[in-house]
T-cell receptor, first 110, second 117 residues
Framework: DAKTTQPTSMDCAEGRAANLPCNHSTISGNEYVYWYRQIHSQGPQYIIH???NNETNEMASLIITEDRKSSTLILPHATLRDTAVYYC???????????FGPGTRLSVLP | DAGVTQSPTHLIKTRGQQVTLRCSPI?????VSWYQQVLGQGPQFIFQYYEKEERGRGNFPDRFSARQFPNYSSELNVNALLLGDSALYLC????????????????FGPGTRLLVL
């Protein structure tokens, strides 16, 4: 199963774009990249996922490099409520379950 | 539409006791997965059920068991509780589980926080 590497923590000023990087250099051709976030003591919240094309929804944008070895989650206008742990997950081709790493703790500062 | 619901929200047990946690998936979803999240770590996969059958199991001891009912709700049971079982237990639902393919999204409930004393 492909592993992901994310920075432990990041800060972002309120109103600015938050760009969260993720490395997944061993990703396979049919594996999707998923992003979830977890606000303190709540269940993880689905944000977005993609295979090879860039994706955008009402919450965020996902930029995947052409070689698929890395991706960036973009929150275009971060608010204080976006403070959370963000998990980048590569969907394993061997099974259905998600494998969560430690994620990136994003702090949005006023 | 209601999301994934879990009960109870909080639970306190003592070592050696048994606990049952409950999960109701999103309406129309047939697959339920259970995860354990110890403080400071990401969730760890325990079980997946689809159409009442176990379709996946993580690296957890046999003290952990689960089942899925005809209405697709699910229970997670933990026997002979240990202090290390203290965690947030998360349930996630999806439409079809593995049959849905690699792009099927799981939606998580709020979790049950279990404290073992």
């Amino acid at each position: 199963d492909a592993k992901t590497t994310q920075p432990t923590s990041m800060d972002c000023a309120e109103g600015r774009a938050a760009n969260l990087p993720c490395n997944h250099s061993t990703i396979s051709g049919n594996e999707y990249v998923y992003w979830y976030r977890q606000i303190h003591s709540q269940g993880p919240q689905y944000i977005i996922h993609g295979l090879k094309n860039n994706e955008t929804n009402e919450m965020a944008s996902l930029i995947i490099t052409e070689d698929r070895k890395s991706s960036t989650l973009i929150l275009p206008h971060a608010t204080l409520r976006d403070t959370a742990v963000y998990y980048c997950i590569v969907r394993p081709s061997s099974g259905q379950n998600f494998v969560f790493g430690p994620g990136t703790r994003l702090s949005v500062l006023p | 539409d209601a999301g994934v619901t879990q009960s109870p929200t909080h639970l306190i047990k003592t070592r050696g006791q048994q606990v049952t946690l409950r999960c109701s998936p999103i309406s129309g979803h047939k697959s339920v997965s259970w995860y354990q999240q110890v403080l400071g770590q990401g969730p760890q996969f325990i079980f997946q059920y689809y159409e009442k059958e176990e379709r996946g199991r993580g690296n957890f001891p046999d003290r952990f068991s689960a089942r899925q009912f005809p209405n697709y709700s699910s229970e997670l049971n933990v026997n002979a509780l240990l202090l290390g079982d203290s965690a947030l237990y998360l349930c996630a639902s999806s439409l079809m589980g593995l049959a849905g393919g690699f792009q099927e999204t799981q939606y998580f409930g709020p979790g049950t926080r279990l404290l073992v004393l």
